[in-house]
């Protein structure tokens, strides 16, 4: 509404004024509400644009590819898992070979049946038996634990006379008695 189209009502210029003012008041919530209506249409075409989107996709697609990472984390786990049962024996078997004296660890597994030894608890079952089969056949892979026998030693015994004899002719003094 323009100020001309009331003068020509023939509308005082104090009528004229609160007419525009409200005529103002007006407007401005009609622009406020567009403006709301401007951000609400760009919303609803992303929505739009999102469940199109949605529309596009292979649902099966995105299941089977779910159910393919699924079944590749149960292998990871199960390998994972295996790994550390191996990782678990071998540590076992070797304290246990180190604590049966063994010289060269590396031979002594060379020589077990793997197969028949098997992980229980901290303990390998099975093998004190190969390791007695081993120690009987093979008894140089093993450290010695008998004491050596003594063959020769000091003898305590009466000095002789040749002795003296001796001590002078080196130019050593005579013995203390």
Do not use: H
């Amino acid at each position: 509404m323009k100020r001309e189209f009331l003068k020509a009502l023939s509308l005082s210029d104090d009528v004229i004024d609160q007419i525009m003012g409200e005529n103002g008041r007006d407007v401005e919530a009609v622009k406020a509400r567009f403006s709301d209506y401007g951000e609400v249409k760009n919303r609803l075409e992303e929505a739009d644009a999102q469940l199109q989107a949605f529309r596009d996709m292979d649902i099966d697609g995105l299941k089977k590819t779910a159910d393919d990472w699924q079944k590749k984390a149960q292998k990871a786990e199960a390998t994972a898992q295996q790994s550390l049962e191996r990782l678990r024996f071998e540590y076992a078997l070797d304290a246990a070979l180190s604590a049966a004296k063994v010289k060269n660890i590396k031979a002594v597994k060379a020589l077990l049946d793997m197969d028949a030894l098997a992980l229980a608890g901290d303990k390998i079952a099975g093998l004190n038996e190969q390791i007695e089969s081993l120690k009987a056949d093979n008894g140089y892979l093993f450290e010695n634990t008998d004491k050596a026998p003594r063959v020769a030693g000091p003898t305590k015994g009466a000095s002789r006379p040749a002795d003296a004899s001796l001590r002078s002719a080196f130019g050593l003094p005579p013995a203390r008695a």
